[in-house]
Each structure stands twice: as structure tokens, then as C-alpha cells.
């Protein structure tokens, strides 16, 4: 049954890999959502056969589990997991996904790395030396002033992270708070003789 998921995981992620459009892949996993029944876009099909109206109905847009836009045009965020191993690997998805998510829910190119990006690391408490050097030097991410937005390999990765934070079958390892510090040792000084 392992072999099965993991399989099927590996095919959708190579198809959605396939396809080069960031909008076209949201269209994929919306429809692929609909059709095996997890979501709609109007609520969860559980929700719908017992007559509940889903807390999201009113907006307009939504990647389910990812981030929703609201009616003022701001997309806010709903990621519980982001399926990461690490800090450097936590900050890396939420970086691309909050991109991708934000071109496909607004069509904006570009997203504001003062305004959005900085603010969603800090709330995740990875905003650290490390992730304003993954900021500074990923070759996925593209700059333009204060503006961030993804080559197009960066984009094959956001639409496959967005395909695991979607997957409830998958944990990641990393969560929130978990981030080791290390410590320097106190310095002593040299005994006198």
C-alpha cells in the first residue's frame, strides 16, 4: 500500500513538474482535488453532503491548504505543514510556495520581500542569519529591488511542495520552534601561575 502511495506521489509530481505554467499546474491539483473528491471550490465535499458551508466560501479564490484571498485582494496564508526536514528546507518552501501561491491568486509577477516574504518568515520563526542569506544567494529566486519572484525550476519546486503540504498523508519532521541553537562555549580565562 506504501509502494502504491509512494508511486502515485512520484508520477503526480513528475507530471506537475511537466507542466510549465504555475496557473495551469493550480488548475491541475485544484482538479485532481475535485475528481478523487478531497476539495471543491466552494467547500470540502464532506461539508457539502451535510449541508455545512465552508469557512472559505466567500472568497473568491483558493489553493486548498496553501493560502486563500480574501475580499480586500490580500492573500492569507493556511499552511499547517510545510512538510520540511529542516529550518533551511522550512524556509526554502514557504518562500517559494508564498510566491507561487501569490502569482496565482493575484497574477502579480512579483512579491514584495519586505511586505510579504520577511513577515511570513517571522511568523514562522525561521526569519533568522540563514534565511536572509537563502534571500540574498538562491539562484531560484529572482530580484528586482524589494521584489522577489521564481525561475522557472524554482516554479517546478513550489508546485511540487504545494502538491505535499496538500498530501495529508505526509509529515514533515520540521515544525515551528524547533530550530537548535547553538550555543557558544563561555569563554574562561587563562589561570594566572
Given at each position: 500500500m506504501v509502494d502504491q502511495e509512494i508511486d502515485a506521489m512520484?508520477?503526480?509530481?513528475?507530471?506537475?513538474?511537466?507542466?510549465?505554467?504555475?496557473?495551469?499546474?493550480?488548475?491541475?491539483?485544484?482538479?485532481?482535488?475535485?475528481?478523487?473528491?478531497?476539495?471543491?471550490p466552494s467547500g470540502t465535499l464532506a461539508a457539502k453532503a451535510k449541508g455545512i458551508s465552508d469557512q472559505n466560501s466567500e472568497t473568491d479564490k483558493e489553493i486548498s491548504g496553501v493560502a486563500v484571498l480574501n475580499e480586500k485582494g490580500e492573500v492569507r496564508f493556511t499552511i499547517r505543514d510545510l512538510k520540511a526536514k529542516s529550518a533551511r528546507e522550512a524556509t526554502m518552501r514557504l518562500v517559494y510556495v508564498s510566491i507561487q501561491a501569490t502569482q496565482a491568486l493575484t497574477g502579480k509577477r512579483s512579491v514584495s520581500r519586505?511586505?510579504?516574504?520577511?513577515?511570513?518568515?517571522?511568523?514562522?520563526?525561521?526569519?533568522?542569519?540563514n534565511a536572509r542569506r537563502f534571500l540574498a544567494t538562491d539562484r531560484g529566486l529572482l530580484k528586482n529591488g524589494n521584489e522577489l519572484e521564481l525561475d522557472g525550476q524554482a516554479q517546478k519546486d513550489a508546485a511540487q511542495y504545494i502538491a505535499e503540504i496538500q498530501n495529508s498523508t505526509l509529515i514533515g519532521s520540521w515544525k515551528p520552534g524547533n530550530n537548535p541553537r547553538k550555543r557558544a562555549a563561555p569563554k574562561v580565562a587563562p589561570e594566572k601561575k
Open positions: 512520484a508520477k503526480v509530481s513528475s507530471a506537475l513538474a511537466a507542466v510549465d505554467d504555475p496557473q495551469a499546474r493550480i488548475r491541475v491539483l485544484r482538479w485532481a482535488n475535485e475528481k478523487f473528491g478531497f476539495a471543491s519586505k511586505g510579504v516574504i520577511v513577515p511570513l518568515l517571522k511568523h514562522w520563526r525561521i526569519y533568522d542569519g
